[in-house]
Nanobody, 126 residues
Framework: VQLQASGGGLVQAGDSLRLSCVAS????????VAWFRQAPGKEREFVAA?????????KYAESVKGRFTISRDNAKNSVYLQMSSLRPEDTAVYYC???????????????????WGQGTQVTVSS
């Protein structure tokens, strides 16, 4: 499966932004999906994940809980990350990941995902 992330940009603190990740090659309905981010000089870190089917509330990093929401649109074979109340520390390149065999305990682990998009830059100014 190929993933294409988009939607990043330059925003001010407190603003909202929605990232999109469109998949091609295979339907995402059989994949767990996630967003990770990587700030300059830092390791790629987990942001949010959604399991294979609907009804799952999502798993979130503590730093974004209550501000970010992951969702999926199976008809568009897409995953979204709605980000609100953005902070300067949210500045990073955001990557979407997917895998068809992630176990629940590994949803927040980078090693759980085999497929990755190219990343989209999010910059939050203070």
């Amino acid at each position: 499966v190929q993933l294409q992330a988009s939607g990043g940009g330059l925003v001010q603190a407190g603003d909202s932004l929605r990232l999109s990740c469109v998949a091609s090659g295979r339907p995402l309905t059989t994949f767990a999906v996630a967003w990770f981010r990587q700030a300059p000089g830092k390791e790629r870190e987990f942001v949010a994940a959604a399991k294979y089917s609907g009804g799952y509330p999502g798993k979130y990093a503590e730093s974004v809980k209550g501000r970010f929401t992951i969702s999926r649109d199976n008809a568009k074979n897409s995953v979204y990350l709605q980000m609100s109340s953005l902070r300067p520390e949210d500045t990073a390149v955001y990557y979407c990941g997917a895998d068809s065999s992630v176990i629940s305990s590994n949803l927040g682990s980078r090693s759980g995902y085999h497929y990755w998009g190219q990343g989209t830059q999010v910059t939050v100014s203070s």
